[in-house]
């Protein structure tokens, strides 16, 4: 025992001093780089460490940290592999032999850069090393060639390493992260490859992108990977992550994908070599995609699902592409074709559609998973059949052709189904054509199908006509819609239940017939071109307590831009003619801009007011805007939805009453933009004479309104004064005023009210009262007062009219009147009286001794007294 021991520690200081003579012998420079030449033997590949560290129990190991393989300079000058750190094992017979040969590989960490050139090769192609050539040797002349020193990898691991992608000089975004896996040589250069990594795109957020599994076997680089068998498995991708991995966005799609897919080369009949030299793969592939809808939709179990599967050849050295069987399957469609794609030496693309049958409760459920609003009860049944060849790049229509024997809709609202005709269309001379579509509201299924290419609306009933035509080379086209319908109201009802409702807040009811187009073209954006004629309609909005009855009108588009021609309304106490225009919009002008010239027979404040009363409720014009506007938000404020008034034009009425007002031929010119009222210039004759004025408005944050009147030749007789007192007074009267106020509703405006005037009279008659008499005997006195002429001022304030010197002319004598009328017309009025030339005012500053006429109280029954005033002296 005690030769035993001693011969054991022996061993073992052996063997330390083995492993620390190892140890110390890895970090000399020779034999650094001694290992570092085995590893380049190994990857075929130039090799930088910066450290090597060697174990020989239990088992022999290499380890080097920090390792960068280099590139080959055919694919560019960055790095092919770096990792944090590699261990590789070492088999004691090779190194008994007094060479290396490694076992297990494993990488730490590891960052891989995949280039392809233009060539179409793979950087990765010659670092596996190659696989034995079953093929004849070639004769050599000559002495033989030296072959290089290769040794053999059998396992390579990896863990947390990183894929990039380089086309050439060009990184991709895409790369793929947290790979894991090994690669096996099982044989003589073939290598089985089991792979799991997380796809990655450079600058956006993904959440959840599934994992990428990759398993296979492949061969070394002599035949450039080929024979090899690769299977792709990627399972619960979301369908946003997938489409900002591929384009870098979020196109708002949501939905589940599931992937798997096979790759193979050199497996078939023909010989792995010829493939092989041809670089030709075959492939199939099977994705299976759920729960398709908007991101903003909540959703659904009809939400659309599909079931693709395609299987086809990929050369890779010609740079094509050819998928020979193509399907696709919806729960009640399906598509089968075939496609072929090139790059070399010009890309090119073909595609033929073999057969489809698309059933149209398909379409309804792609519709609803995009589209909000869709009315649950709405369905749709009709199938489609068709076929088509798409070619070049980019690609055009070479042939379609599609068509259907007609369907029906059904719509909550409506009583009957809506019925479709057939559908016949397809690729003509000059572009794609979808012949006139007949959709009728009451008709019977053979109406439906009656549709012919040429077809005036008029002559429809209940109906209407929709084609399509492209033109492939001019790229324009257009839609067009002719029709008639007796219940319009049905239309719009279809528009709602499809979830794109064409009335915010009014209704229309009647008979109304169309023809219209929507037109595209390139560098300009679809617009429409059209008409809509409204006859014996009715249109009720929200706001107007009565509905506008519309005996005939007509809407247009014109590039875009509408328009209406007022025929025949009625509503507001009056008919109504003109027009309506949209004005082309200013660069940076996103509010449409409206011209207008309306005229009516007749409008009445009272009328007025039983369409948008009572007077006491303010909010009557939001309401009425929110539904002109088309806007959907209840609560949106007034401001906000009067500023998107942009409207400028002429307003004619023949008759204007307000109250006791009575004013003929009114013409207003004026504006309404960003809440700001400009009423430039107003005309209306009233009492025998005319009135101009200018208005100036604005409506936030408390609307002010500013107005600027002028008279001329108002006949006193004709005012509409109340009592005994319009009979009693006549006369010419001339002036100006101008009146501010703010506020909403009436007693705001009176009491806020506030202004000045003047006035110049001429032949004045006051009949039942001498007044000069009665201020000269200090007693009343029948008769008639006459003043020639006159003229004065006026204030208003504190809802009173303050006359701060009114003086009236007659023979050899002038008449003063002083006061103030309360808007309740109740009075405080003197009346004096003087001799021509003085002046009869409390600021006269001498004259002789006379009478003050008192008038007090209501205007209807004043109370009347006589007060004797003393001489005044002059100043000295």
Do not use: C
Request: no cysteine.
């Amino acid at each position: 025992m005690r030769k035993w021991w001693t011969l054991g520690l022996a061993v073992v200081a052996l063997i330390v001093a083995l492993q620390m003579g190892v140890s110390l012998l890895a970090r000399t420079r020779r034999v650094h780089r001694y290992l570092t030449t085995q590893l380049e033997q190994a990857f075929g590949r130039p090799v930088e460490v910066a450290e090597f560290a060697v174990q020989l129990l239990p088992v022999p190991r290499l380890d080097a940290e920090r390792i960068t393989v280099g590139e080959d300079p055919a694919f560019g000058n960055e790095y092919f592999l770096r990792a944090d750190g590699l261990s590789a094992s070492l088999r004691w017979a090779g190194l008994l032999l007094g060479h290396f040969e490694f076992g297990t590989l494993s990488l730490n960490k590891p960052s891989l850069i995949l280039v392809h050139n233009t060539q179409g090769r793979w950087n990765l192609e010659r670092w596996l090393p190659p696989a034995k050539n079953s093929a004849a040797p070639e004769r050599v002349y000559g002495p033989p060639a030296p072959v290089p020193a290769v040794r053999r990898l059998l396992r390579i691991d990896f863990d947390d390493g990183r894929v990039d992608f380089k086309n050439g000089d060009e990184k991709l975004a895409f790369a793929l992260t947290e790979v894991s896996g090994s690669v096996d040589q099982v044989s003589a250069g073939r290598w089985q490859l089991q792979l799991k990594a997380q796809p990655w795109r450079s600058g956006v957020v993904l959440q959840s992108v599934g994992t990428l599994q990759v398993r296979g076997d492949l061969a070394g680089t002599s035949t450039r990977l080929q024979p090899a068998t690769i299977l792709v498995r990627w399972d619960e991708v979301s369908l946003a992550d997938l489409l900002r991995l591929l384009r870098g966005r979020d196109y708002g799609v949501r939905g589940v994908l599931s992937l798997n897919g096979t790759l193979k080369s050199g497996t078939g009949e023909a010989p792995a070599s010829a493939e092989a030299a041809g670089g030709i793969w075959s492939f199939s592939a099977e994705a299976r995609a759920a729960q398709i809808h908007r991101w903003d939709l909540s959703e659904r179990s009809d939400n659309p699902r599909l079931h693709a599967s395609v299987r086809g050849r990929w050369n890779v050295a010609a740079g094509s592409v050819e998928a020979s069987a193509i399907r696709v399957e919806a729960p009640r469609s399906n598509l089968r074709g075939s496609a072929s794609y090139s790059n070399l030496p010009m890309r090119g693309f073909a595609a033929h559609l073999d057969s489809a049958g698309v059933q149209a409760a398909d379409l309804l459920a792609w519709y609803r998973a995009f589209s909000p609003g869709v009315d649950d009860g709405v369905s749709v049944e009709q199938f489609f059949t068709g076929a088509a060849t798409v070619s070049g790049w980019p690609f055009e229509i070479a042939s379609a052709a599609f068509s259907s024997t007609g369907g029906t809709a059904k719509i909550p609202d409506l009583k009957v189904p809506l019925r479709i005709g057939a559908v016949r269309g397809g690729r003509g001379r000059n572009g794609l054509v979808v012949e006139p579509v007949r959709i009728s509201f009451a008709g019977s299924a053979r109406d439906a199908s009656a549709a012919r290419r040429r077809r005036i609306a008029a002559s429809m009933e209940n109906a209407a006509d929709i084609t399509v035509t492209d033109d492939l080379t001019a790229h324009a086209g257009s839609i067009s819609v002719e029709g008639q319908v007796q219940k319009v109201e049905n239309v719009l009802k279809v528009a709602a239940a499809f979830g794109h409702p064409l009335n915010h807040g009014w209704e229309l009811t009647g008979d109304v017939l169309a023809v219209a187009h929507w037109d595209w073209q390139p560098g300009v954006p679809a617009q429409w071109n059209g008409r809509v004629l409204l006859n014996k309609t009715t249109l009720a909005i929200a706001g107007l307590n009565q509905p506008l009855d519309i005996q005939a009108s007509t809407v247009n588009w014109k590039d875009g831009l509408r328009s209406v021609d007022v025929s025949k309304v009625n509503g507001f106490g009056g008919a109504w003619t003109g027009t309506i225009a949209e004005r082309v919009h200013s660069d940076g002008d996103q509010q449409p801009r409206w011209d207008f010239s309306l005229t009516t027979d007749r409008m009445n404040a009272g009328d007025l007011d039983r369409w948008v009363g009572p007077r006491a409720r303010p909010n009557w014009l939001k309401r009425l805007l929110s539904s002109l506007l088309g806007s959907s938000s209840a609560s949106a404020a007034g401001s906000e939805l009067l500023r998107q008034v942009n409207a400028e034009g002429e307003l004619n009425i023949g008759e204007l009453t307000i109250e006791k007002l009575r004013l003929v031929q009114v013409h207003a010119e004026g504006a309404l933009r960003d809440l700001q009222l400009r009423v430039r210039e107003a005309q209306a004759r009233w009492a025998g004479g005319t009135v101009e004025a200018q208005i100036s408005a604005g409506f936030a944050p408390t609307p002010q309104y500013d107005v600027t009147a002028r008279l001329d030749g108002v006949d006193l007789s004709a005012l509409p004064l109340s009592g005994q007192l319009g009979q009693q007074l006549a006369g010419i009267a001339s002036g100006t005023v101008r009146v501010v106020t703010q506020g909403v509703g009436r007693d705001d405006l009176l009491q806020n009210l506030a202004g000045s005037g003047s006035v110049q009279l001429h032949n004045v008659e006051f009949r039942g009262w001498d007044v000069n008499a009665s201020v000269a005997d200090g007693a009343p006195h029948l008769g008639t007062s006459l003043w020639t002429s006159g003229q004065g001022t006026f204030t208003m304030r504190n809802r009173s009219v303050l006359v701060d010197n009114l003086t009236l002319n007659s023979r050899g004598e002038q008449t003063s009147l002083q006061g103030t009328v309360s808007f309740g017309r109740d009075a405080d009025l003197s009346i004096r009286t003087a001799a021509a030339g003085t002046r009869a005012t409390r600021s006269a500053g001498t004259n002789s001794g006379g009478r003050t006429l008192k008038i007090s109280g209501p205007l209807d029954g004043p109370r009347v007294s006589v007060e004797k005033v003393a001489a005044r002296q002059p100043a000295e």
